[in-house]
């Protein structure tokens, strides 16, 4: 089921910091920095420094926990 959030109510999400993590703001910053705001997760692991052998496994586990 989908589920439309106003600007404001994505405000709130964001500055609540039992709801959103330093590190889920920086996940969104390097995603909204690509054109048309979307890439794979792979390409954000990679720019965000996530290494090894494949730069996504830890971005989808830090999405995960959430």
Same mark, same amino acid.
């Given at each position: *089921?989908?589920?439309?959030?106003?600007?404001?109510?994505?405000?709130?999400?964001?500055?609540n910091?039992?709801?959103?993590?330093?590190?889920d703001?920086?996940?969104?910053?390097?995603?909204?920095?690509?054109?048309?705001?979307?890439?794979?997760?792979?390409?954000?692991? *990679? =720019?965000?420094?996530?290494q090894?052998?494949?730069?996504?496994?830890?971005?989808?586990?830090?999405? =995960?926990?959430?």
């Open positions: *089921m989908e589920t439309e959030l106003s600007k404001n109510q994505w405000i709130e999400i964001l500055k910091k039992n709801l959103t993590t330093d590190t703001l920086l996940i969104f910053q390097t995603l909204y920095s690509f054109e048309g705001h979307k890439a794979p997760a792979s390409q954000i692991g *990679m =720019r965000l420094g996530y090894g052998k494949s730069s996504h496994g830890s971005l989808n586990l830090e999405v =995960r926990t959430c």
